[in-house]
């Protein structure tokens, strides 16, 4: 059995990275859990509690300073629910070891959002119909920049399909999908990075919500774990939140793209050893 002070030194570590790039504490916690000898499926439902955590600790501090979209997160967030439901279901009635090749097989799509790195937000953004419609402009001032950036987003529509995938895999396999949802953001919203890592850790508390509701139904839910994962957690990303914009987007995605290639490494080698 894992001991305390290392679900509580994992679940610090996996918050803290969590907060900063966006990808919700249990990428981390959930590989590192399997390797501990804890089963998938419970380390996959300990993880959304780990999530739920990641969320309130820096969404909080985020919305404050003005770094989280809540509006286009509201909207995002009808459609992950969703997913997250069906995708935890899913994750019920489906063999184990397949769930290792599907970890690592969705992390790949994090690979959608390495496009140029930029401190400032696409400039040349033309709005469709649904996206004035509903409003999706905003603004956040930048500590790094030292001024206030204005931007705007689009193609609401396809991101709400995007975002349904998104809850899918997050219920499925714990992680909070933040790598794709931070791919969607930027990539056919136009979100400025920034914003876009503030506004998915507001989004997967609710979706990790939804889908912990059928784990705990199930049974695979282990409240003695998830409780001290969600303390260690909500430090963790209550300081990631206070770095995350003192930092250059350059060095948040190089924290991104380690994270991504270390859990993928991981995740396919324990689906090979069964």
Request: glycine content about 12%.
């Amino acid at each position: 059995m894992v001991g305390l002070a290392e679900v509580l030194a994992i679940s610090f570590l996996a918050g803290l990275i969590g907060s900063i790039t966006g990808l919700g504490g249990a990428s981390i916690t959930t590989p590192l859990l399997t390797l501990m000898g804890i089963p998938i499926k419970n380390a996959i439902a300990a993880g959304l509690i780990t999530i739920i955590a990641t969320s309130s600790g820096s969404a909080a501090s985020y919305v404050r300073r003005g770094l989280s979209d809540v509006k286009a997160a509201m909207y995002l967030e009808m459609f992950t629910i969703v997913g997250a439901i069906i995708g935890a279901t899913i994750t019920l009635y489906i063999a184990p070891r397949l769930l290792y090749f599907f970890f690592a097989a969705f992390l790949l799509t994090s690979f959608l959002g390495m496009r140029r790195i930029t401190d400032m937000p696409p400039s040349d953004v033309e709005q469709d119909k649904a996206a004035r419609w509903l409003g999706l402009t905003g603004s956040y001032y930048d500590e790094r920049l030292g001024r206030e950036v204005s931007y705007r987003l689009t193609k609401p529509i396809l991101a709400g399909g995007g975002m349904l995938v998104a809850g899918i895999a997050a219920g499925m396999l714990g992680i909070g999908a933040g790598a794709f949802k931070v791919s969607i953001h930027e990539l056919i919203l136009k979100m400025p990075p920034k914003v876009s890592s503030a506004t998915s850790s507001f989004i997967i508390g609710m979706t990790a919500l939804a889908g912990a509701s059928v784990y705990f139904d199930s049974g695979l839910l282990y409240l003695s774990l998830a409780a001290p994962m969600s303390i260690g957690t909500t430090v963790g990303a209550v300081l990631g939140s206070r770095i995350l914009n003192k930092l250059s987007n350059k060095t948040t995605r190089i924290i991104f793209l380690a994270v991504i290639l270390y859990i993928m490494a991981h995740m396919i080698v324990g689906g090979v050893m069964g």
